[in-house]
């Protein structure tokens, strides 16, 4: 809790800050913050907190909540127009959930590109154990993930691992994170690639509580996180202002989208309807952003190539371009 607080005074404009859209988007980025703990901390009390923990959980709870009226009065300072201007500034947080084999891997890896190609700083995160992020970004296989080092053992941290003590997820990201094609900066946990799996889950903790507290005002985060339905059971879309849900063709893919719906909470929600040829919508769901079959992109990710390489003015590469004017305006209107 302590590393929270101080995540968020981190963020908290200095006196010497100039006024205008920079000081904005900082109180901004102090409300988003307060507010993503706030949330992540209404979700862990639901769980079996021990009676002890209670007092300091409503404690902190209290603290989160003046930061964020403290960052809401500060804004009212503001007009209306340089308050428009620091939403569109402020960058967006996004989780890409969905069905195994539903292409998220590749949405993701193509939204974190062409929205560096806006002149925007990007942090392309791989939450998935499985490898594949880095391929598609066009990174190669070998990319690696967050180092043993940033880990530390920790009796009362999630599944009991953490960020090292010292340790804050923006001096982690500054450290891990390695640059890919278009500026894209990468960072990703570890991989299983035996069937000892333990090295890579432990990781799995230590980059949820990074992506809680990284809060730079200016960084567009994209993450693609682990297939199915354990995603949101285990809050690892927490961070998140926006979660894009990808759904394939096969009825089991919707199913996956509907059951994942009721279950990412109170975000902003974009449905992104991927490989589809001229069928109807899945009942229940409303696309927002609808991406064609493209054998250009199968024959891309066959070779193991990013198709912002391969194919990048391909119909599915230009409509993924409307899914960035989605989640840029829909985030800039909150």
Same mark, same amino acid.
């Given at each position: 809790m302590a590393r929270q607080l101080d995540v968020v005074e981190a963020l908290v404009p200095s006196r =010497?800050? @100039?006024? /205008? $859209? !920079?000081? %904005?988007?900082?109180?901004? @980025? $102090?409300?988003? =913050? &307060?507010?993503i703990y706030l949330r992540h901390l209404a979700w862990w009390a639901q769980r079996r907190v021990p009676q002890a923990l209670l007092p300091a959980l409503? *404690?902190?709870?209290? &603290?989160?909540e003046a930061h964020r009226a403290g960052a809401g &009065?500060?804004?009212e300072a503001f007009d209306e127009a340089t308050r428009r201007r620091a939403r569109a500034d402020l960058g967006i947080r996004v989780a890409v959930l969905g069905k195994g084999g539903a292409g998220k891997t590749m949405l993701c890896a193509t939204l974190a590109r062409q929205l560096a190609r806006r002149r925007r700083n990007v942090l392309a995160v791989d939450l998935d154990t499985n490898p594949g992020l880095s391929m598609s970004? /066009?990174? /190669?296989? !070998?990319a690696p993930g967050l180092a043993p080092e940033a880990l530390e053992e920790h009796a009362g941290a999630s599944y009991g691992w953490r960020l090292a003590e010292g340790l804050s997820p923006q001096e982690a990201v500054d450290r891990y994170a390695v640059a890919g094609p278009d500026g894209v900066r990468f960072l990703a946990v570890g991989k299983i690639t035996s069937l000892d799996k333990a090295a890579a889950k432990r990781s799995l903790p230590a980059m949820t509580e990074l992506l809680l507290g990284f809060g730079a005002p200016e960084v567009d985060v994209v993450a693609d996180l682990e297939a199915g339905l354990t995603t949101p059971f285990e809050a690892y879309h927490a961070f998140a202002d926006t979660v894009v849900i990808v759904v394939g063709p096969a009825w089991k893919s919707a199913l996956t989208a509907r059951r994942l719906l009721p279950m990412v909470g109170e975000r902003n929600t974009v449905v992104v309807a991927n490989r589809v040829h001229d069928e109807s919508d899945h009942p229940g769901l409303a696309p927002r952003v609808r991406v064609p079959f493209d054998p250009c992109v199968v024959a891309a990710e066959r070779q193991g190539r990013s198709p912002m *390489? &391969? %194919?990048? /003015?391909s119909p599915a590469m230009c409509a993924l371009g409307a899914l960035g004017d989605v989640l840029l305006t829909q985030e800039g209107a909150t």
């Open positions: =010497q800050q @100039a006024s /205008g $859209v !920079g000081r %904005c988007r900082s109180w901004l @980025a $102090v409300q988003r =913050q &307060a507010t409503a *404690d902190h709870r209290t &603290a989160m &009065a500060q804004l970004l /066009g990174l /190669g296989p !070998g *390489d &391969a %194919c990048p /003015g």
